[in-house]
């Protein structure tokens, strides 16, 4: 690693630690090019899941490492705070990026597939505006979506898995997409009290009674998979 990529890392990993600070945290495809505005640099080649592992295993490892997975989506949130600072609605779902990093490790972990780190630090660089990374936001939660949809019939021999797909795809379908749709219709950002809701007045999601007054994070001791890819990171340098 060149002295300019260690210095992009390490600035992330700064992102992901000031995140962890208001948080709770077939074989698998390479990752896909990048996305409309981002850059070349930004194309990232996942490393793929052990020859021992099952279905099931490399069901929860593309989750995890697919680039409409968790690792990229938390990397991508991360840059838009190390960039334009602790707006929402990129906070709050960030630390929901954690845990479900966390669910996803843990899977793996019981699978007995080791845990490798993000290949994503770095790589996804943030939008030019806020408005413009509600956007992409929004774009990648529907991926998700549709990546959870087809990993579901390949996880369906394990029902450990498959409700962990489900509480992620649950999260990502009525949360984080509604979220960032209403930032992108604001102009990029949301009032804390508003992430949960989508934006819209009515009965509080789950994640809204996860955090405390004004809908801020709640302060959770860390999990296994919480800022695991800032502590690797920093182990390497």
Request: proline share 6%; with cysteine; charged share 20%.
């Amino acid at each position: 690693m060149s002295l300019s990529q260690r210095v992009l890392s390490q600035a992330v990993a700064t992102a992901l630690l000031v995140v962890c600070a208001g948080a709770a945290p077939a074989s698998a495809s390479p990752a896909t090019p990048a996305v409309a505005g981002e850059s070349s640099s930004s194309v990232v080649t996942a490393p793929t899941p052990p020859s021992t592992a099952g279905p099931a295993a490399r069901a929860v490892w593309e989750a995890l490492m697919n680039r409409d997975g968790e690792y990229a989506a938390l990397a991508e949130y991360a840059a838009v705070i190390e960039r334009y600072g602790r707006v929402e609605p990129f906070v709050s779902i960030a630390a929901s990026e954690e845990r479900h990093v966390n669910a996803l490790v843990r899977q793996l972990d019981r699978l007995g597939v080791a845990v490798p780190a993000n290949p994503y630090v770095g790589a996804i660089p943030a939008a030019d505006t806020l408005q413009a990374a509600a956007r992409k936001g929004a774009e990648g939660e529907v991926a998700n979506v549709a990546l959870f949809d087809r990993l579901l019939t390949s996880a369906a021999g394990d029902p450990g898995v498959v409700r962990v797909f489900t509480n992620l795809r649950r999260a990502s379908l009525d949360q984080h997409l509604p979220a960032f749709q209403a930032a992108a219709a604001d102009g990029g950002t949301l009032a804390a009290r508003a992430v949960g809701r989508g934006g819209r007045g009515g009965r509080a999601t789950a994640a809204t009674s996860r955090r405390g007054q004004h809908g801020a994070p709640r302060r959770e001791a860390p999990g296994r998979g919480d800022c695991l890819l800032q502590s690797r990171r920093t182990s390497s340098t």
